[in-house]
C-alpha cells in the first residue's frame, strides 16, 4: 500500500483551511501533514514536516504567494497547487505562478453553500502533482528562441492545439517558436473564466510575432494569429464560410469534463479543414484531445504529440499515442521545428 500524500496548507483565510481540511477528509489517500496562515509559517513546516504538495493561496500577507513560489521553486522544489480566486487580479497573479513552475492553479469558490465541497476537485490536482516531476524555475525568453526562426516548409491552412496541466509553459515554448507569417492558430487551454483572458493577454506581451488574443465569436482566422478559447461555459470550434475560417463560441455542456474541450474544437477541425491542418496535443491530464486529435488524423491532418518525458502530466498525449492518432510524438522543446518541417498528408 502506497503511504498517503502529504500536504502543506498555506492559506491566511482561517474558512478556507478549513473548507480544504473537509473535502480532504474524504480522500484517504491524502493526509494535511500541516497548516500555515503565512509563509513565514509554511517555511518552518517546509523544514519539519518535508511535505510532497503545498496548496498555496497566492495573496497572503507578509508575502505574497508569488515570491514564497519564487522560493521554493529555487530553495526546495515541492509540487505547488496554487489556489486563486476568480477575479481579474487573482487571474493574472495565478498566470504568473504557473510560468514560475506551479504545478497548476485551483479557482477558490466565491461563495460556499452549506453542505457543499467548495474544494471539490482540488484532491485529484493533489494526486497528480505528487506523482509529476517539479518544474524548473525558469523563465523563458521568447525573443531568444525566434532568433532561430524559420519559414513553414508547407502551407498549412489551420493549425489547431490543446493542452491542459503544465500547459502555460508549453504553450509559451511552442507559440515562442513560431514566425510572423504562420497559419492561423487555434487553442484550447483548460482554464477558468478570466483565467484565458489573463494568459491570452501575457502571451500577447511576451511573444512579439504573433497576435495573441482570447478568441471572439465569429472572427476570420488570419495568418500570424493565435485565438485562444475561453474560460466559461462555451467551446470553441471554427467553420469555412466563404472560404476562410472563421470561430464559432457555442454554450453547451461539458465534453470529457471540459468546457472548452479540445476534442470538440479537434473534431471541428477535422471536419472543415482536414488534410489542410495540423493538430498538436500537449501535456495534460486526462483523455480530452485525444479522439479529436485521431479524428482529424484520419481526416488527412498532420498530428503532433508532446513526449512522456517532457510532459508534467502525460495523460492526453498519451492516449493519443496509444490511439495511434499522433503522426508524430515529439519532446517540447522539438515541436516547433517539428511542426514548420511537418509534410502535409
Same mark, same amino acid.
Given at each position: 500500500?502506497?503511504?498517503?500524500?502529504?500536504?502543506?496548507?498555506?492559506?491566511?483565510?482561517?474558512?478556507?483551511?478549513?473548507?480544504?481540511?473537509?473535502?480532504?477528509?474524504?480522500?484517504? *489517500?491524502?493526509?494535511? %501533514?500541516?497548516?500555515?496562515?503565512?509563509?513565514?509559517?509554511?517555511?518552518?513546516?517546509?523544514?519539519?514536516?518535508?511535505? *510532497?504538495?503545498?496548496?498555496?493561496?497566492?495573496?497572503?500577507?507578509?508575502?505574497?504567494?508569488?515570491?514564497?513560489?519564487?522560493?521554493?521553486?529555487?530553495?526546495?522544489?515541492?509540487?505547488?497547487?496554487? $489556489?486563486?480566486?476568480?477575479?481579474?487580479?487573482?487571474?493574472?497573479?495565478?498566470?504568473?505562478?504557473?510560468? @514560475? =513552475?506551479?504545478?497548476? %492553479?485551483?479557482?477558490?469558490?466565491?461563495?460556499?453553500?452549506?453542505?457543499?465541497?467548495?474544494?471539490?476537485?482540488?484532491?485529484?490536482?493533489?494526486?497528480?502533482?505528487?506523482?509529476?516531476?517539479?518544474?524548473?524555475?525558469?523563465?523563458?525568453?521568447?525573443?531568444?528562441?525566434?532568433?532561430?526562426?524559420?519559414?513553414?516548409?508547407?502551407?498549412?491552412?489551420?493549425?489547431?492545439?490543446?493542452?491542459?496541466?503544465?500547459?502555460?509553459?508549453?504553450?509559451?515554448?511552442?507559440?515562442?517558436?513560431?514566425?510572423?507569417?504562420?497559419?492561423?492558430?487555434?487553442? %484550447?487551454?483548460?482554464?477558468?473564466?478570466?483565467?484565458?483572458?489573463?494568459?491570452?493577454?501575457?502571451?500577447?506581451?511576451?511573444?512579439?510575432?504573433?497576435?495573441?488574443?482570447?478568441?471572439?465569436?465569429?472572427?476570420?482566422?488570419?495568418?500570424? @494569429?493565435?485565438?485562444?478559447?475561453?474560460?466559461?461555459?462555451?467551446?470553441?470550434? $471554427?467553420?469555412?464560410?466563404?472560404?476562410?475560417?472563421?470561430?464559432?463560441?457555442?454554450?453547451?455542456?461539458?465534453?470529457?469534463?471540459? %468546457?472548452?474541450?479540445?476534442?470538440?474544437?479537434? *473534431?471541428?477541425?477535422?471536419?472543415?479543414?482536414?488534410?489542410?491542418?495540423?493538430?498538436?496535443?500537449?501535456?495534460?491530464? =486526462?483523455?480530452?484531445?485525444?479522439?479529436?486529435?485521431?479524428?482529424?488524423?484520419?481526416?488527412?491532418?498532420?498530428?503532433?504529440?508532446?513526449?512522456?518525458?517532457?510532459?508534467?502530466?502525460?495523460? @492526453?498525449?498519451?492516449?493519443?499515442?496509444?490511439? =495511434?492518432?499522433?503522426?508524430?510524438?515529439?519532446?517540447? *522543446?522539438?515541436?516547433?521545428?517539428?511542426?514548420?518541417?511537418?509534410?502535409?498528408?
Amino acid at each position: 500500500m502506497e503511504k498517503p500524500i502529504k500536504v502543506l496548507v498555506v492559506d491566511d483565510s482561517r474558512t478556507a483551511r478549513a473548507l480544504i481540511r473537509r473535502s480532504f477528509a474524504q480522500h484517504p *489517500d491524502i493526509v494535511i %501533514c500541516g497548516e500555515a496562515a503565512n509563509p513565514i509559517e509554511a517555511r518552518d513546516l517546509i523544514i519539519k514536516d518535508q511535505p *510532497d504538495v503545498i496548496t498555496l493561496d497566492v495573496e497572503m500577507p507578509s508575502m505574497n504567494g508569488l515570491q514564497f513560489l519564487d522560493k521554493i521553486m529555487r530553495l526546495r522544489p515541492i509540487p505547488v497547487v496554487m $489556489v486563486s480566486g476568480l477575479t481579474a487580479r487573482g487571474a493574472d497573479i495565478a498566470i504568473t505562478a504557473l510560468q @514560475m =513552475g506551479a504545478f497548476d %492553479c485551483f479557482p477558490k469558490p466565491l461563495s460556499v453553500t452549506p453542505g457543499d465541497d467548495a474544494f471539490a476537485g482540488l484532491a485529484r490536482l493533489v494526486r497528480q502533482a505528487a506523482h509529476s516531476p517539479v518544474a524548473k524555475f525558469q523563465r523563458n525568453d521568447p525573443a531568444s528562441a525566434q532568433q532561430h526562426q524559420k519559414a513553414w516548409s508547407h502551407d498549412f491552412r489551420l493549425v489547431a492545439i490543446g493542452a491542459s496541466t503544465g500547459g502555460v509553459e508549453a504553450l509559451e515554448q511552442v507559440l515562442s517558436g513560431f514566425p510572423r507569417q504562420s497559419p492561423p492558430i487555434v487553442v %484550447c487551454q483548460h482554464m477558468p473564466a478570466l483565467f484565458t483572458a489573463s494568459f491570452a493577454n501575457r502571451l500577447n506581451q511576451k511573444i512579439e510575432a504573433l497576435s495573441i488574443s482570447e478568441a471572439r465569436n465569429g472572427e476570420v482566422l488570419l495568418p500570424g @494569429m493565435v485565438r485562444i478559447a475561453p474560460g466559461g461555459d462555451r467551446h470553441m470550434s $471554427v467553420e469555412r464560410r466563404d472560404g476562410q475560417y472563421v470561430t464559432r463560441l457555442l454554450k453547451a455542456a461539458p465534453v470529457n469534463g471540459h %468546457c472548452p474541450s479540445v476534442d470538440v474544437l479537434f *473534431d471541428s477541425v477535422a471536419e472543415y479543414a482536414g488534410n489542410h491542418a495540423m493538430g498538436i496535443i500537449l501535456t495534460g491530464m =486526462g483523455q480530452d484531445g485525444a479522439e479529436g486529435l485521431l479524428a482529424m488524423h484520419r481526416a488527412g491532418a498532420w498530428t503532433i504529440a508532446q513526449d512522456r518525458a517532457s510532459s508534467v502530466v502525460y495523460g @492526453m498525449p498519451r492516449v493519443a499515442a496509444e490511439l =495511434g492518432a499522433a503522426s508524430q510524438i515529439v519532446p517540447l *522543446d522539438q515541436i516547433s521545428a517539428a511542426a514548420m518541417n511537418a509534410p502535409i498528408r
